[in-house]
Nanobody, 125 residues
Framework: QVQLVESGGGLVQAGGSLRLSCVLSGRTFSNYAMGWFRQAPGKEREFVAAISRSGRSTYYPDSVKGRFTISRDNARSTVYLQMNSLRPEDAAVYYC??????????????????WGRGTQVTVSS
């Protein structure tokens, strides 16, 4: 049974940084491609970043490109999301997700079979 647990959320001023972490347990982490999504109140869940099993390929939407960086440490079964230059519009609950079978559309929630419970990110202006 795959379990994902996020951490690292909190309150930060606009322009500041946070690093989110997500630990996968129950299965071999290196077999999973990973993604980060976010959801603000009243909005749909939105793609933030994805990384392949090896870590060689990463994906970002334009809204975070150049500000956010996804990385993984397979030895620690952990995926990270480094968020810099945070803006009030980045405030949301951030979710970690895992894909076992490979994806053709890493930005689609449908590609991920496992989800964490989320961690809140609040950005004050």
């Amino acid at each position: 049974q795959v379990q994902l647990v996020e951490s690292g959320g909190g309150l930060v001023q606009a322009g500041g940084s946070l690093r989110l972490s997500c630990v996968l347990s129950g299965r071999t982490f290196s077999n999973y491609a990973m993604g980060w999504f976010r959801q603000a109140p009243g909005k749909e869940r939105e793609f933030v970043a994805a990384i392949s099993r090896s870590g060689r390929s990463t994906y970002y939407p334009d809204s975070v490109k150049g500000r956010f960086t996804i990385s993984r440490d397979n030895a620690r079964s952990t995926v990270y999301l480094q968020m810099n230059s945070l803006r009030p519009e980045d405030a949301a609950v951030y979710y970690c997700a895992a894909n076992r079978d490979g994806y053709s559309a890493p930005d689609s929630t449908a590609e991920y079979g496992y989800w964490g419970r989320g961690t809140q990110v609040t950005v004050s202006s």
